[in-house]
């Protein structure tokens, strides 16, 4: 493997105002734009930074090529080596088309097809795509191996002084453009390479600036390394938000948000897939789940009214083909969406009791399955119900209670809720 130079710069605001010629080359200066309903939502003036509309559909190709076009031309040939959950790989397949570099890209089994066939669009014939392991460490683990074998540069995807400089190019975009300092900046989190970049920018320069950092709730790898001091490994991730499920922040970004006093919080998946929702039909802005974790944060940040907020959209790589179970977990976020095991006794009538008598005349059957016969008397059904307001579930409840019919909830979290879920 062709290993990173000990004589790298600091990560300082001097080194990041340093790429921003670099990055101009490969990334665009993206859109700053207001938020009307976020606006009202929060009593805050929030602006959206459209990351989502790079030409990678990420931020990631700021850190990546930063990187990769300080390599000399002997370097680039002995090929490119990175581990991706989708969005860096993007990255780094654009900057080896266009810098002439060979790439072998490693990603998890779990990033959407969607990013796997963007790769390879904007990669061509420079690129390799490898599927390996569950998770974004499995792939970094393939990657590390692979590249230590060919004695190619492997481009990480976050913990790298060069990547985090890139990553912070977009801070100072942000107050270029915005035309004065925010009171705050809210971005998400995965490794750490963009708040790390961005908040060392803001501390040196505007350190005013409250700085927000936001993580899926099954994957707050930051917030378990500022609790123990150090980047440490979490037990599980839930990899649903693919672009921010890392087990154990980096090794260079965790001291870079510790020195800079960001705060940093946790969403819940099912809340931000309803931000998803949201941002999808009232803005027109397809989010990836990590490309909301921002704007899914503000409702519990306690913004002064009238302050300035802007909100980094990191990422627009959704696979259209996610919207279904995105709708159902922001259902059940919402309380909306409930699962009963019933069983039914065997004789006419049974099921047309159960809609006039026990459901209420807004509730709606999504799911009936009718599972199998236990015995000539009853037959069990598995029973999906949406609900038009979260409280009419007490009335359900009660109903059901009140009725001869057994009756199981499927409760999230248990073994029969991961299966529908």
């Given amino acids: 493997m062709n290993t990173a130079p000990t004589d790298l710069p600091p990560v300082t605001a ?11 080359q490969a990334a665009s200066r993206t859109m700053l734009e207001p938020n009307a309903r976020l606006s009202a939502e929060t009593g805050a003036e929030v602006w959206l930074k459209r990351e989502d509309l790079q030409p990678v559909r990420s931020y990631k190709i700021r850190g990546a090529y930063n990187l990769m076009v300080q390599l000399d031309a002997e370097t680039l040939a002995r090929g490119i080596v990175c581990a991706s959950a989708g969005n860096h790989a993007q990255g780094v397949a654009l900057a080896c088309q266009r810098l002439g570099a060979h790439g072998r890209i490693f990603v998890p089994g779990t990033t959407p097809r969607q990013k796997r066939e963007r790769i390879k669009t904007l990669g061509g014939d420079q690129v390799q795509v490898i599927v390996v392991g569950d998770t974004y460490e499995d792939a970094f683990a393939a990657a590390e191996a692979d590249a230590a074998v060919r004695g190619a540069t492997l481009v990480p995807a976050y913990d790298d002084p060069r990547t985090i400089c890139g990553q912070g190019t977009v801070a ?25 970049g961005v908040a060392t920018w803001l501390h040196a320069r505007h350190p005013s600036v409250r700085i927000v950092g936001v993580e899926p709730a099954g994957a707050a790898s930051m917030t378990a390394a500022l609790a123990a001091g150090l980047p440490v490994d979490l037990a599980e991730v839930d990899p649903f938000v693919d672009g921010a499920a890392v087990r154990k922040v980096g090794e260079h970004t ?4 510790q020195a800079t006093g960001a705060e940093v919080v946790s969403v819940a998946e099912g809340h931000l ?7 999808y039909q009232s803005d027109g802005i397809i989010a990836e789940p990590a490309g909301a974790l921002a704007s899914a944060a503000l409702s519990a940040l ?29 259902l059940i976020h919402q309380g909306l969406k409930h699962y009963f095991l019933v069983s039914f006794p065997q004789e006419p009538g049974a099921l047309r009791r159960f809609l006039d008598e026990i459901l209420g005349p807004d509730d709606d059957i999504t799911l009936f399955d009718y599972v199998k016969r236990n015995n000539r008397e009853t037959g069990p059904a598995l029973i999906g119900v949406e609900l038009d307001r979260a409280e009419d579930l ?12 057994g009756v199981e909830r499927v409760l999230p979290g248990s073994p029969m809720f991961h299966y529908l879920v």
């Fill in 254 to 257: 965790f001291p870079l948000v």
């Fill in 302 to 330: 306690d913004l002064p009214a009238g302050s300035t907020v802007v909100c980094v959209v990191s990422g627009g790589n959704n696979d259209i083909s996610r919207y279904g179970e995105i709708l159902e977990r922001s």
């Fill in 14 to 24: 001097e080194t990041i105002e340093a790429s921003a010629p670099r990055v101009a």
């Fill in 273 to 279: 897939c309803t931000e998803m929702l949201r941002l």
């Fill in 172 to 196: 100072a975009e942000i107050v270029d453009q915005l035309g004065r300092v925010p009171d705050v900046v809210v971005m998400p989190v995965g490794g750490g390479g963009l708040i790390a």
């Fill in 394 to 405: 007490d009335g359900l409840l009660e109903r059901l209670e009140a009725s001869p019919l």
